[in-house]
């Protein structure tokens, strides 16, 4: 065939100098909430927008949605610009919200085929029941969504934000308040539908959950990206650790053989040597620690949390 494919996108989503300052409220000052964010994010990607509560993320996914009005700046979904196209744009995109907001009266296929309707999918198109099967809630199709779980309700918006098949996918802490077994199961669905080509993006706060799930990690703080890379080149960068030792006796100062390493010395005697995992071994590190006349009561070993990512990253901009 000789037709010329429609051309796909390189960015499944653009944001470029995006700005958002939700106005004063009874005598607060005015938020601002996003700081001119400017993203690319590849389509085909399982794109981790990471950051703590309060960073902005809601507040940028909500833009793209349709759900914010933004103050400045402009956005892409799928090549489209949200105001030039703002139906065509959001065609492209399903949005899973932070917060379960649903008509408690209708049930889960009765939401499905009202969304379905809402975007214009004809009837022999729609795929609602085999969307409830994929997301576990086959049995539930005709039960009041009042009668749901937290976790069913959750899943039924993940089904809700699928009725129109949209290339992107966002998903909105999606494993906030949801078990462990859960979580498990709506990252395996994710998964699968990356694998069938969706691009996916999700919002955390957990650094964890972001390495478990992307490919690739934008951090955002404050309304500003501060990070946005693959994940193990991220991952490279906050290779560290710490090892804390408690000695039998208390340390009045770091011995001499320790002096190479980025130790210290609390006022309770207590050590803390901060390390690369990629330059020493925490066994190498103990034995070292041994060697120079220390013995040893307790020891415990940290990895970095969100903080830390923070710290570092924000003191290596500085620098
Ligand atoms: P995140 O999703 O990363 O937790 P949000 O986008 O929800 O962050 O919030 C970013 C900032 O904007 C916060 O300071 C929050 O209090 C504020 N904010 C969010 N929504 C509103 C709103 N509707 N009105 C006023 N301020 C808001
Ligand atoms: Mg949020």
């Given at each position: 065939?000789?037709?010329?494919?429609?051309?796909?996108?390189?960015?499944a989503l653009?944001a470029?100098?995006?700005?958002?300052?939700?106005?004063?409220?009874?005598?607060?000052?005015?938020?601002?909430?996003?700081?001119?964010?400017?993203l690319?994010i590849p389509?085909?990607s399982i794109f981790g927008l990471?950051?703590?509560?309060?960073?902005?993320k809601?507040?940028l996914i909500?833009?793209f949605?349709?759900?914010?009005?933004?103050?400045?700046?402009?956005?892409?979904i799928?090549?489209?610009?949200?105001?030039?196209?703002?139906?065509?744009?959001?065609?492209?995109i399903g949005v899973v919200?932070?917060?379960?907001?649903?008509?408690?009266?209708?049930?889960?296929?009765?939401?499905?085929?009202?969304?379905?309707?809402?975007?214009?999918?004809?009837?022999?198109?729609?795929?609602?029941?085999?969307?409830?099967?994929?997301?576990?809630?086959?049995?539930?199709?005709?039960?009041?969504?009042?009668?749901?779980?937290?976790?069913?309700?959750?899943?039924?918006?993940?089904?809700?934000?699928?009725?129109?098949?949209?290339?992107v996918l966002v998903l909105d802490?999606p494993?906030?308040?949801?078990?462990?077994?859960?979580?498990?199961?709506?990252?395996?669905?994710v998964?699968?539908?990356h694998?069938?080509?969706a691009t996916i993006i999700l919002t955390t706060?957990?650094?964890?959950?972001?390495?478990?799930l992307c490919?690739k990690?934008a951090?955002?703080?404050?309304?500003?990206?501060?990070?946005?890379?693959?994940?193990?080149?991220?991952?490279?960068?906050?290779?560290?650790?710490?090892?804390?030792?408690?000695?039998?006796?208390?340390?009045?100062?770091?011995?001499?053989?320790?002096?190479?390493?980025?130790?210290?010395?609390?006022?309770?005697?207590?050590?803390?040597?901060?390390?690369?995992?990629?330059?020493?071994?925490?066994?190498?590190?103990?034995?070292?620690?041994?060697?120079?006349?220390?013995?040893?009561?307790?020891?415990?070993?940290?990895?970095?949390?969100?903080?830390?990512?923070?710290?570092?990253?924000?003191?290596?901009?500085?620098?």
């Amino acid at each position: 065939m000789l037709g010329t494919a429609p051309k796909l996108p390189e960015f499944a989503l653009r944001a470029i100098g995006l700005e958002k300052t939700y106005p004063a409220q009874k005598g607060l000052a005015p938020v601002k909430a996003l700081n001119g964010v400017s993203l690319d994010i590849p389509r085909g990607s399982i794109f981790g927008l990471l950051g703590p509560n309060g960073a902005g993320k809601s507040t940028l996914i909500n833009i793209f949605a349709g759900l914010v009005r933004k103050t400045g700046g402009t956005g892409e979904i799928w090549g489209v610009d949200i105001d030039a196209n703002p139906r065509q744009a959001r065609a492209a995109i399903g949005v899973v919200p932070q917060e379960i907001n649903m008509d408690p009266f209708f049930t889960p296929i009765e939401s499905l085929e009202y969304q379905a309707g809402f975007y214009g999918v004809p009837k022999s198109e729609r795929r609602s029941m085999e969307i409830l099967e994929a997301m576990g809630l086959a049995d539930k199709a005709g039960a009041y969504v009042r009668a749901l779980s937290g976790g069913m309700k959750r899943r039924l918006l993940i089904a809700k934000a699928l009725v129109h098949s949209p290339p992107v996918l966002v998903l909105d802490e999606p494993t906030a308040g949801v078990d462990i077994e859960l979580r498990r199961q709506l990252w395996d669905y994710v998964r699968d539908l990356h694998q069938r080509g969706a691009t996916i993006i999700l919002t955390t706060h957990y650094l964890e959950e972001a390495q478990e799930l992307c490919d690739k990690i934008a951090i955002i703080n404050h309304g500003e990206v501060v990070a946005c890379e693959d994940k193990d080149t991220l991952l490279k960068r906050l290779d560290h650790k710490t090892l804390t030792i408690h000695p039998t006796e208390k340390l009045t100062k770091i011995p001499a053989k320790l002096r190479g390493l980025d130790a210290s010395l609390d006022p309770a005697g207590v050590l803390t040597i901060r390390y690369r995992t990629r330059e020493h071994g925490v066994a190498s590190l103990i034995q070292l620690v041994q060697a120079s006349g220390i013995s040893i009561s307790d020891l415990q070993t940290a990895e970095p949390d969100l903080e830390d990512v923070f710290l570092s990253l924000t003191s290596r901009q500085a620098s």
